[in-house]
T-cell receptor
Framework: LAKTTQPISMDSYEGQEVNITCSHN???????ITWYQQFPSQGPRFIIQ???TKVTNEVASLFIPADRKSSTLSLPRVSLSDTAVYYC??????????????FGRGTSLIVHP | GAGVSQSPRYKVTKRGQDVALRCDPI?????LYWYRQALGQGPEFLTY????????KSGLPNDRFSAERPEGSISTLTIQRTEQRDSAMYRC?????????????????FGPGTRLTVL
């Protein structure tokens, strides 16, 4: 099974850049890496997705090294509203085969004033 | 457009009763997933469908759990003879599977969940 490993928790302060790294040693060739954000009492919400190198959108950046065995979610200048749990998701399975999304345990990010 | 909806939002039942949880995915989404999430934990995969076909049900805890999506749209997760350990948040997600380049680009859109409490 493709498993992910993330830090359980992180603390930061408003205005700082936060980097959360996820390890996924068994990632399959055709798998994408997807990060989700979850606030209390809500379902996970898509943040960013990538396959290799770097991806950037209006919310975050995702850095993926050449071996794809890890990925780093970067949140620039966090605010209090970024306090949430962040999940790294790596699909398991082959193209056309069974796809079992495996969420990591998540990283609980707390942003302090 | 409307997002993923689930009903009921809250369900309280007595041990031994059957419950049916409904998921209405985003219109046109091919894939539909069911998860169970315990407090403080990440979503735990239960099963998923592509159109009406159940692709994988390896995450269903036991044979009291079943799911269907007969017309490739709305799905129902049924739990028979509920037990207290079944109490959890049950979440549904849908996605538009895109394999244009041979890779998976599933972006899942989650519903609000159904909070199940078994007394």
């Amino acid at each position: 099974l493709a498993k992910t490993t993330q830090p359980i928790s992180m603390d930061s302060y408003e205005g700082q850049e936060v980097n959360i790294t996820c390890s996924h040693n068994n990632i399959a060739t055709n798998d994408y890496i997807t990060w989700y954000q979850q606030f209390p009492s809500q379902g996970p919400r898509f943040i960013i997705q990538g396959y290799k190198t770097k991806v950037t959108n209006e919310v975050a950046s995702l850095f993926i090294p050449a071996d794809r065995k890890s990925s780093t979610l970067s949140l620039p200048r966090v605010s209090l509203s970024d306090t949430a749990v962040y999940y790294c998701l790596v699909g398991e399975g082959e193209t056309g085969g069974s796809y079992i999304p495996t969420f990591g345990r998540g990283t609980s990010l707390i942003v302090h004033p | 457009g409307a997002g993923v909806s689930q009903s009921p939002r809250y369900k309280v039942t007595k041990r031994g009763q059957d419950v049916a949880l409904r998921c209405d995915p985003i219109s046109g989404h091919v894939s539909l997933y069911w998860y169970r999430q315990a407090l403080g934990q990440g979503p735990e995969f239960l099963t998923y469908f592509n159109y009406e076909a159940q692709q994988d049900k390896s995450g269903l805890p036991n044979d009291r759990f079943s799911a269907e999506r007969p017309e490739g749209s709305i799905s129902t997760l049924t739990i028979q003879r509920t037990e207290q350990r079944d109490s959890a948040m049950y979440r549904c997600a849908s996605s538009s599977y895109d394999s244009g380049d041979g890779s998976r680009t599933d972006t899942q859109y989650f519903g609000p969940g159904t909070r199940l409490t078994v007394l």
